[in-house]
């Protein structure tokens, strides 16, 4: 993948004559940054509620070459149709086009707001190998992937958690989304074959080896994107925290996260809108089932591990209603199947991917079954990746 990046780079800027007179070709240096499967704990991280996500080892890729003068360039070989989008070092403005450079143009902005002052040109060029709007984090990985580089090149000595935490900073403020921390904290502190248990209140968090021994994680891409994604998550956000309202004028919390399941139980009657009640319950029992989860994956119990993610599916589908025809066909589908240990669509939902446990040597046997059946059913194709769990962004 190096080797691509140095390719996509030559072509774009190597022969272009004005390099703001950089030193020389081998100052170009490559990097990488992972998007994230969550395997459990869905719509938890606002609601200050715990999270367990992986990073993966697609992600991210950018060659950078520092400039002497202040012009700093940007090309995605995942949009080649959209040329170079060029901004000044210091004045970080949003761009019109290419609008996917608002992603580490942002992170750089936060940077600066930050006391990290980006005060060089540089030309950069980037290429992910996540698919677009599958839910795998592609925007996340790209900001980490810009941060970390940044951090790097200008040796601001930032540490990866905080990275994380300016990633989400520049989604929110520069990005207009609402977005909480965990896909930006799952890549930057991804860990090989090990999820984060990341209690989004305080930031807590442990690694949980993943040994699935004769297992596997499967992602399945449902390829809809739901128009209404973005409006959906604002919307649950707003309901989230309108419930928090209620309960908070007879009880002394502070985030959904806060309560057990018998005390959301007991004072559920303080939740006068039935919808806003249904959001909450989802917020509480999810983040109870994702500490099950854990605990389940510690004691080496996929069962109970599969069985919390199914769970969690129907209660995204049901309570949370962030789930789609197309995802609640393909979980229905495969329940069916032998071989299949869990599963329950992954990110924000309304579209996107699942993600599955299943037995190794029936894999491709799954794939095909639900492959047929969904083509049948909807029309579309599904996507199969065979992925691993990943470590954190990197210079190669
Ligand atoms: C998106 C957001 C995350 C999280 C998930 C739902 O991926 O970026 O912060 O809220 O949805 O769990």
Redesign the pocket.
């Known amino acids: 993948m190096k080797d691509r990046l140095l390719g996509i780079f030559d072509k774009f800027y190597g022969g272009i004559k004005d390099r703001g007179s950089a030193k020389n070709d081998g100052d170009i240096k490559v990097y990488f940054a992972p998007g994230r499967v969550?395997l459990i704990g869905?719509?938890t991280?606002?609601n200050g509620g715990h999270v367990f996500p992986c990073a993966l080892t697609i992600g991210t890729y950018a060659a950078v070459r520092l400039r002497e003068d202040d012009r700093i360039r940007l090309y995605s070989d995942n949009f080649p149709d959209e040329g170079i989008g060029e901004i000044k070092a210091g004045s970080f403005k949003k761009l019109e086009n290419p609008d996917w450079c608002n992603y580490p143009i942002g992170v750089m902005w936060t940077l600066k707001k930050h006391g990290y002052d980006v005060n060089r040109g540089m030309d950069i060029a980037f290429y992910g190998d996540i698919p677009d709007g599958a839910?795998l984090?592609s925007s996340a990985s790209i900001e980490v992937l810009t941060a970390y580089m940044m951090n790097d090149l200008f040796g601001f000595g930032i540490e990866l958690k905080d990275i994380a935490v300016l990633c989400q900073y520049s989604e929110n403020k520069f990005n207009d989304s609402n977005?909480?921390?965990?896909?930006q904290f799952a890549s930057a502190m991804g860990k090989k074959d090990n999820a984060i248990f990341l209690d989004t209140s305080t930031l807590a968090f442990e690694y949980a080896p993943v040994k699935l021994e004769g297992k596997e994680l499967l992602i399945i891409n449902t390829n809809k994107k739901h128009k209404i994604a973005t409006s959906g998550y604002n919307d649950r956000r707003r309901e989230s925290e309108s419930a928090l309202a209620d309960l908070e004028r007879d009880i002394d919390i502070s985030s959904l996260g806060d309560l057990s399941i018998e005390e959301f139980e007991k004072y559920k009657y303080c939740i006068k809108d039935p919808v806003n009640k249904k959001r909450a319950k989802h917020a509480v029992y999810e983040n109870q089932r994702t500490i099950q989860a854990v605990k389940a994956l510690k004691e080496n119990d996929i069962r109970k591990f599969g069985e919390l993610m199914v769970e969690s599916h129907i209660s995204l589908r049901d309570d949370y209603e962030v789930s789609c025809r197309e995802a609640d066909i393909i979980v229905e589908e495969a329940l069916k199947l032998d071989g299949v240990w869990g599963i329950r669509m992954t990110?924000?939902g309304f579209g996107g991917c699942l993600v599955g446990i299943v037995d190794s040597d029936k894999v491709e046997n799954i794939k095909s079954s639900i492959g047929k059946i969904y083509k049948e059913k909807t029309g579309v194709d599904a996507t199969f990746y065979d992925v691993s769990i990943g470590g954190g962004p990197a210079l190669l």
């Open positions: 969550n869905e719509h991280d606002y839910g984090s977005c909480g921390i965990m896909d990110g924000g």
